[in-house]
């Protein structure tokens, strides 16, 4: 599976923070044998976001990990970037990721984490801290591989 990761974040991309969700999410996706062919850290703007979803897109990503910008602050703009671009939203994502870190921590209520085919990739919304990043990946690893066949328009098993 040919991934893409985005981290989302002011400070990160302006260099003031050292990116750890990309790295965390790149890490998981090695351990699961997943080619990350993409990576990029941008600011929290719908624009910025758009381009580097629709860029790994073009690349080839049937997978894009975004990492931040899921939560309620006001410059959180991830899940609304993603809602102006997309084909449709898959629901059960969102729902799934927003039930089990509930069992974690009960500020993960505040999450508005989400998962959108894009032109032909599958996009997921991750929250910004890396731990949690990678736990909410965990809870939907089940459904990836199929619904990345479907996006990308290759055969299934069903």
């Not at 989302?8 to 997943?34: F, I």
């Not at 890396?130 to 055969?155: D, R």
Request: net charge negative; glycine share 12%; hydrophobic share 40%.
């Amino acid at each position: 599976m040919n991934v893409g990761i985005i981290t989302v974040s002011d400070r990160a991309a302006a260099g003031e923070y050292e990116d750890h969700g990309g790295p965390a999410l790149k890490g998981e996706a090695e351990r699961r044998g997943w080619q990350v062919i993409a990576d990029a850290v941008v600011a929290d703007e719908k624009v910025r976001i758009q381009e580097a979803i629709n860029s790994f897109c073009a690349q080839g990503c049937g997978l894009i990990l975004t990492t931040g910008g899921t939560g309620i602050a006001r410059r959180d703009v991830t899940p609304e970037a993603v809602r102006e671009i997309m084909r449709l939203e898959i629901p059960g994502f969102g729902e799934l990721m927003r039930m089990r870190s509930f069992e974690i921590t009960p500020n993960a209520i505040l999450s508005r984490g989400l998962a959108a085919v894009v032109k032909n990739s599958l996009v997921i919304t991750l929250p910004g801290k890396p731990q949690g990043a990678v736990e909410c990946l965990g809870f939907v690893e089940g459904a990836l591989a199929h619904a990345v066949k479907l996006c990308v328009g290759e055969p299934t098993s069903c």
